[in-house]
């Protein structure tokens, strides 16, 4: 988003101001002192100051192609020195430094730069020579060396694998979940290998390669950015010809005095201090919301824009790979695979180790150290826990032979979902298949509706990610387009289209979003967790790693604008009327200034108005936020009981038939045991104290209504087993038994999505794990 650089305004107008306003005060003391020539000396003084540094920004202006309110000012300032009304030039003079010194202040951008981007690349790469590996600058690299690549390295230049290799992507893709490459494959660099050292064979410099390619695409970006014209602007040039026409006809038929009364009243203070107190109290507003704007200018741009480009890993969804199901081959239940795994899984470095652990500790289980540990690249990892010999990995790593049942189901429901599949065996046998998948955020549907709200007439979701995931979310959010497999180029191309229809906002939260940041009307970052060179790329950065705050950004911006708009035209409105009066010779300059001064005051305290929060949308109090808080965590607690109904109804035609009864009862123990005292204690405890937030008991009621409909589903469950009783149920049994189940798995995942969304997601996210507590 870079402009022309600009002249050192900054230090000019603040160094202005304090002359001016000196000058005043030593000029009203020396009159009070009996020293009236000298005082009005000074104010002459003040008043030349201000009339050079008002022809100073009129010609600057002019020559970036801007006319704007400085015209009015230099003409008022010079009048009222020519006819010697000194008071009025110095007031004139003060009161242009204050607007030009807060306006600056408000709209001062900080400088965008690379530093982040050319940090991570690497400086130095290891090279083969004959067979010998010498440390090399990155700039020595030629096609066709043979380069070793080291664990946590980033990889120096494009190429293809001599072996296998696990590398993490995200910072070109943008997408959470580490990679599998095969030899033959090519590698771009600024990929980080996740895995085990590997080989590389340079198939392009380093200034030829992907990432120095993204570096361009941000330079490029930023050169194309117009220069935004600022609000005052707008309305400059018509203020400007009506006030110097009624000069004119002034000075026509009283003289210069008059003319110079009417400029003097003309002069468009409100136009310069109005809009800079309104953006600044907005940057304030957003600030306190977790939101920094980089400039007033920004803010502007953010309320007028009506499209939305938005990334979807690490924007949309968490960013984070997340265990969304345990599918369990029967040897094992669910919980006793996940806290298996998750033993396992606490010594290993991989990202999807983390999930695992994260999972297990979620869903209540008891984790141990493991011994004898060891990783195979590209496979696994196998170790010992409790006494049992456990392997997570690659199919064929954990015994897994053919395509049982449950295998073909797992994978089956990867494939559809999007999900990652990672297998578990216990002992020499295949225990079950991890799920995982990078979750939705729980604000994200609030937040898209709340963007509509706010005037957003479009919403494009733009990513690296597969078609089939991508257009999945996109459905559940209600994007109008999904733009899916996009390298950061064709964002960019995404984001150029969009501009040319209407001003465009671009979220994003990773080094391959720069560039879309960049070229965008509006460029917002996720910097509480994306790259540093997103967040300098971008206008706007969440420090919070809350995407509603977007939406807050998005309604305070609104706000603001709209109280500038107000003080501009009723400033306006109450100069030109002044200027009636003073072309009919009823208003000296001198008084003038003075009248003016009140209507400064009257706009500013109008433009503070803006230091008030906007209307915000639900909020929890202390209390409510801690009783979301809590059943947040039972939702992870429970989340195992939920997934068990899907699996369990998947497993009954493969069961003998006594073991599909066991399987089936001991899950109705759990959902009468876990489940649904769950659900009656958010009837009971959580939704009264919504009911209070909310405003009533109409938002929870459709919830409440999920509660009854989930106990009379257990209830049925319930009567169904009593009725088979102790025999093999028969094959109608059976399907009896699967309808219910795959009903109660849409109904608890569906109700506990919704609630999240709807209630959960507005308690803040807190720091310190959450113990949650099942049960009466």
């Known amino acids: 988003m870079a402009s022309a650089p600009e002249p050192p305004r900054r230090s000019l107008g603040a160094g202005l101001l304090a002359l001016t306003v000196g000058a005043l005060a030593a000029?009203?003391?020396?009159?009070?002192?009996?020293?009236?020539?000298?005082?009005?000396?000074?104010?002459?003084?003040?008043?030349?100051?201000?009339?050079?540094?008002?022809?100073?920004?009129?010609?600057?202006?002019?020559r970036h192609g801007r006319v704007g309110v400085d015209v009015i000012a230099v003409a008022a300032l010079v009048g009222a020195l020519a006819v010697g009304e000194d008071l009025a030039s110095a007031v004139i003079a003060a009161m242009l430094a204050s607007g030009r010194s807060l306006e600056e202040?408000?709209?001062?951008?900080?400088?965008?730069?690379?530093?982040?981007?050319?940090?991570?690349?690497?400086?130095?790469?290891?090279?083969y020579e004959e067979d010998v590996l010498a440390e090399v600058p990155v700039e020595a690299l030629r096609p066709g060396d043979l380069l070793l690549v080291g664990s946590g390295e980033v990889v120096p230049?494009?190429?293809?694998?001599?072996?296998?290799?696990?590398?993490?992507?995200?910072?070109?893709?943008?997408?959470?979940?580490?990679?599998?490459?095969?030899?033959?494959?090519?590698?771009?660099?600024?990929?980080?290998?996740?895995?085990?050292?590997f080989e590389l064979r340079v198939s392009a410099s380093a200034a030829e390669s992907a990432y120095a390619g993204i570096v361009r695409l941000v330079a490029q970006a930023e050169s194309v950015q117009a220069p935004f014209v600022r609000m005052a602007d707008r309305y400059a040039i018509a203020f400007a010809v009506l006030a110097l026409a009624a000069s004119g006809g002034a000075w026509a038929v009283g003289g210069a005095g008059r003319a110079v009364a009417v400029l003097v009243v003309a002069t468009p203070c409100p136009l310069i201090l109005a809009a800079p107190v309104a953006l600044v109290a907005g940057l304030s507003q957003a600030a306190r919301r977790g939101v920094v704007m980089k400039g007033g200018g920004v803010l502007e741009r953010l309320a007028t824009c009506t499209t939305l480009l938005v990334d979807k890993t690490g924007t949309l969804t968490s960013g984070d790979p997340s265990v969304v199901a345990v599918a369990a081959s029967g040897a094992l239940d669910e919980t006793e695979t996940l806290r298996l795994a998750g033993s396992l899984d606490q010594v290993s470095a991989h990202v999807l180790g983390k999930a695992v652990v994260r999972a297990a500790q979620a869903r209540g289980c008891t984790l141990v150290a493991p011994t004898g540990v060891e990783e195979v690249a590209g496979q696994g990892i196998r170790g010992w826990v409790d006494g049992h010999e456990v392997a997570l990995g690659k199919a064929a790593f954990v015994g897994v032979t053919g395509a049982p049942s449950w295998a073909k189901v797992a994978r089956r429901r990867a494939s559809l979902e999007g999900s990652l599949t990672v297998f578990v065996g216990v002992d020499g046998r295949p225990a079950g298949a991890l799920l995982l998948d990078d979750p939705l955020r729980r604000d994200a549907p609030r937040t898209i509706r709340a963007l509509r709200r706010s005037g957003i007439e479009r919403i494009v979701m733009v990513t690296g990610d597969r078609p089939e995931v991508a257009d999945a979310i996109g459905a559940v959010l209600g994007v109008d387009e999904v733009l899916a497999e996009r390298a950061p180029a064709e964002k960019l191309d995404a984001v150029a289209a969009e501009r040319r229809r209407a001003p465009t906002v671009m979220v994003g939260d990773g080094i391959n979003d720069a560039p879309a940041l960049a070229l965008a009307d509006v460029g917002v970052?996720?910097?509480?967790?994306?790259?540093?060179?997103?967040?300098?790329?971008?206008?706007?950065?969440?420090?919070?790693d809350r995407l509603d705050r977007l939406a807050d950004a998005r309604a305070i911006a609104v706000r603001a604008r709209r109280i500038a708009l107000e003080s501009v035209v009723a400033g306006m409105g109450l100069s030109i009327l002044a200027m009636?009066?003073?072309?009919?010779?009823?208003?000296?300059?001198?008084?003038?200034?003075?009248?003016?001064?009140?209507?400064?005051?009257?706009?500013?305290?109008?433009?503070l108005r803006a230091l008030r929060p906007p209307p915000a949308g639900p909020r929890l109090g202390e209390a409510a936020a801690a009783?979301?808080?809590?059943?947040?965590a039972e939702h992870e607690a429970i989340r195992a009981a939920i997934d068990r109904c899907r699996t369990v109804a998947d497993s009954l035609g493969d069961l003998p038939p006594e073991e599909a009864l066991r399987v089936a009862t001991d899950l109705y123990e759990v959902l009468v045991g876990e489940v649904e005292p769950h659900e009656a204690a958010e009837q009971r405890e959580l939704y009264p104290a919504l009911d209070a937030a909310l405003g009533g008991t109409e938002p929870t009621a459709t919830m409440a209504r999920g509660h009854a409909e989930?106990?009379?589903?257990?209830?049925?469950?319930?009567?169904?087993?009593?009725?088979?009783?102790?025999?093999?149920?028969?094959?109608?049994?059976?399907?009896?038994?699967?309808?219910?189940?795959?009903?109660?798995?849409?109904?608890?995942?569906?109700?506990?999505?919704?609630?999240?969304?709807?209630?959960?997601?507005?308690?803040?996210?807190?720091?310190?794990?959450?113990?949650?507590?099942l049960g009466p």
């Open 27 to 62: 000029g009203g003391l020396l009159h009070l002192a009996g020293a009236g020539q000298a005082g009005e000396g000074t104010f002459a003084g003040a008043g030349a100051l201000g009339a050079a540094y008002a022809l100073w920004m009129l010609l600057d202006a002019l």
């Open 105 to 127: 202040w408000a709209a001062g951008r900080a400088r965008r730069d690379l530093h982040s981007l050319l940090a991570r690349a690497p400086a130095r790469a290891r090279r």
């Open 157 to 197: 230049a494009d190429g293809a694998l001599e072996g296998t290799a696990l590398l993490d992507e995200a910072a070109l893709t943008g997408e959470p979940l580490p990679v599998e490459r095969r030899a033959g494959e090519v590698v771009r660099s600024g990929v980080l290998n996740a895995g085990d050292p």
């Open 525 to 544: 970052a996720m910097g509480a967790r994306g790259a540093t060179a997103a967040s300098e790329a971008a206008d706007v950065v969440l420090s919070v």
């Open 580 to 607: 009636g009066v003073a072309a009919s010779g009823s208003l000296p300059a001198g008084w003038g200034a003075l009248l003016q001064e009140g209507i400064d005051l009257l706009v500013i305290l109008n433009a």
């Open 627 to 632: 009783l979301a808080q809590r059943f947040r």
């Open 710 to 773: 989930i106990a009379h589903e257990i209830h049925l469950l319930g009567r169904l087993l009593a009725d088979i009783g102790t025999g093999p149920p028969d094959a109608e049994d059976l399907t009896e038994l699967r309808r219910l189940l795959y009903g109660l798995h849409a109904v608890l995942r569906l109700h506990t999505e919704q609630e999240e969304e709807s209630f959960l997601s507005l308690a803040p996210d807190r720091d310190a794990p959450v113990t949650a507590t």
